[in-house]
């Protein structure tokens, strides 16, 4: 059984080595690789075991990069460095490793899910599917959101990456825009990109559900979007509005207790509203993943039930 690296990998940004930690799969023959991305205040060594766990049970090869660490740095936050470590990640286990080069996933939560939502964006060419759970889009927004609550201090670490105060420097402003996955997000139009979202986040936790139910919208067709005035609705008052509950929604056995409560797909994307909050389920995200490959028609069905009854709920520290 291999053994989890803690590395260092070549990247092209600025010639430096940068740290992750990599689990290679058994065997000799290609196998699918998952680049698992940590979250909002943390580096790569905040590393969930569900990762692990699950890239073991499918045999899985895994990348877990620190791409410039916590997102309150200026070299953090969807910065060109940032991005620039993630693709070097795949390179580096793509080089080492056999890797199926049409089963290459990206995953992540809260930041994680940023950096996943900004990856689809600026390279959709490099992945068979991505998946994005409580995920900030608009780090504009988000900045603002943040404002006057129990969650100021994201608000503060915007300006500490942007270089001051995006709602009032033009030059904060435009670093805001250009580290907002929605800023690119219209790239990734052909990949399977699957977004999940807790009801409860923006009041449990930090990041509101409109800042998932914005990044769906932007790849869904005009007719399938959610309206404003629906998105204001359920991540104020924390419920689905009756008009948007369907009676024939399938429930998916593979979130296990956390109910689906909202679910539309469109086009290459899909939008899953669960009962929680600012979490990540493990189960439902390798399960989907793992029915994806680059050049086939995206799987929409619902997952199995993981058997031993547990979905691995991650909940997540921005």
């Known amino acids: 059984m291999s053994e989890l690296k803690d590395i260092v990998y070549p990247c092209q940004f600025d010639g430096t080595r940068q740290s992750a930690y990599c689990l290679p799969a058994t065997g000799t023959a290609p196998r699918p690789l998952l680049v698992a991305l940590h979250t909002w205040s943390c580096t790569y060594t905040a590393f969930n075991q569900n990762y692990e766990k699950f890239c073991r049970l499918f045999n899985w090869h895994l990348i877990h990069p620190d791409f410039r660490g916590e997102n309150w740095r ?23 490793y056999a890797v199926d080069a049409k089963r290459i996933y990206l995953a992540g939560g809260s930041g994680g899910g940023h950096a996943t939502l900004l990856l689809a964006g600026r390279h959709p060419e490099l992945w068979a599917a991505a998946s994005a759970w409580c995920p900030i889009s608009d780090v504009l927004a988000w900045h603002r959101q943040c404002l006057g609550t129990r969650f100021f201090r994201y608000a503060e670490h915007i300006v500490q990456a942007c270089g001051g105060d995006p709602q009032e420097s033009a030059a904060a402003r435009q670093q805001a825009i250009a580290r907002s996955p929605l800023t690119y997000l219209a790239n990734a139009n052909t990949l399977p990109l699957d977004i999940s979202a807790g009801i409860h986040d923006g009041h449990s936790g930090s990041v509101p559900v409109s800042q998932s139910i914005a990044a769906y919208n932007c790849l869904a067709a005009p007719e399938d979007r959610i309206a404003e005035a629906d998105c204001q609705y359920i991540t104020e008052q924390e419920m689905i509005p009756a008009h948007l509950q369907a009676a024939g929604l399938s429930p998916d056995p593979s979130y296990g207790q956390s109910e689906v409560l909202f679910r539309r797909q469109s086009r290459n994307v899909r939008l899953t509203i669960f009962a929680g909050g600012h979490e990540l389920l493990h189960w439902p995200l390798f399960s ?9 028609a995206a799987d929409w069905r619902c997952g199995e039930a993981y058997q031993s009854g547990d979905v691995q709920s991650g909940g997540l520290s921005n």
């Open 288 to 296: 989907w993943l793992s029915r994806q490959e680059r050049g086939r």
């Open 74 to 96: 200026p070299q953090g936050c969807g910065s060109e460095a940032a991005v620039s470590d993630i693709v070097d990640a795949v390179t580096y286990m793509q080089q080492h």
